[in-house]
């Protein structure tokens, strides 16, 4: 994936787990803004985050993101056992072959 | 209440030809971008286009130009992903999501609950 996200992370419940997302200067580095999506098992990805810091309206401020030159984070604080789930970070990417909307391999968070 | 539900799952031999849809509902369709996204299992999300109902402007992943066609019936508020002629690496899970944008700080906000393609011959 151009942006690489870590395999998995876990936390016991209550705990804080942060989640990296890491680009280059045609992504991340360029300024676009980065994104988050939670994945259940078995569902359709949920929209988590936006403009790399902004929750859209239900989502918990248990969540919350960063951005810093060419890496983005999402910390979960006080996790909880429905935050067990794949987080997919995404940005826009400008190189010689095309723009792209590009997204991270995932990381799976375990709960404790 | 915005809502994408999208067609069910389908079975098909190699080489043949297949159309999914994705019908919107609860906001005005030509306005908002229509993406699609691939999902292998126990893969992650791959973005493989979008188009923007107004006008079909539509823009392709360099990964899957050629191999895929996205387009959109207004009059019934649905978009489509269509392949000419399938092959055994198309079996995936296929999601319609809607975006603002089309490009740059775009992102999805409502997706589709996904179409699962299965070739094999």
């Known amino acids: 994936s151009v942006l690489t996200q870590p395999p998995s992370v876990s936390g016991a419940p209550g705990q804080s787990v942060t989640i990296s997302c890491t680009g280059s200067?045609?992504?991340?580095?360029?300024?676009?803004?980065v994104h988050w999506y939670q994945q259940r098992p078995g569902a359709a990805p949920k929209f988590l985050m936006y403009?790399?810091?902004n929750r859209p309206s239900g989502v918990p401020d248990r969540f919350s993101g960063s951005k810093s030159g060419t890496s983005a984070s999402l910390v979960i604080s006080g996790l909880q056992t429905e935050d067990e789930a794949d987080y997919y970070c995404?940005?826009?990417?400008?190189?010689?072959?095309?723009?792209?909307?590009?997204f991270g391999g995932g990381t799976k968070v375990t709960v404790l | 209440e915005v809502q994408l539900v999208q067609s069910g799952a389908e079975v098909k031999k190699p080489g043949e030809s297949l159309k999914i849809s994705c019908k919107a509902s609860?906001?005005?369709?030509?306005?908002?971008?229509i993406g699609w996204v691939r999902q292998m299992t126990g893969e992650g999300l791959e973005w493989m286009g979008i188009?923007?109902?107004?006008?079909?402007?539509?823009t392709y992943s360099p990964s899957f130009q050629g191999q895929i066609t996205i387009s959109v019936d207004r009059s019934i508020n649905t978009a489509y992903l269509q392949w000419a002629s399938l092959r055994a690496s198309d079996s995936a899970k296929y999601y319609c999501?809607?975006?603002?944008?089309?490009?740059?700080?775009?992102?999805?906000?409502?997706w589709g609950q996904g179409t699962q393609v299965n070739v094999s011959s």
């Open positions: 999501a809607r975006s603002e944008a089309g490009k740059g700080t775009a992102f999805f906000d409502y």
């Open positions: 609860g906001y005005t369709f030509p306005n908002y971008w």
């Open positions: 188009i923007y109902p107004d006008d079909s402007d539509t």
């Open positions: 200067s045609s992504n991340i580095g360029a300024g676009h803004d």
């Open positions: 403009g790399n810091h």
């Open positions: 995404q940005s826009y990417d400008n190189s010689l072959s095309g723009s792209d909307w590009v």
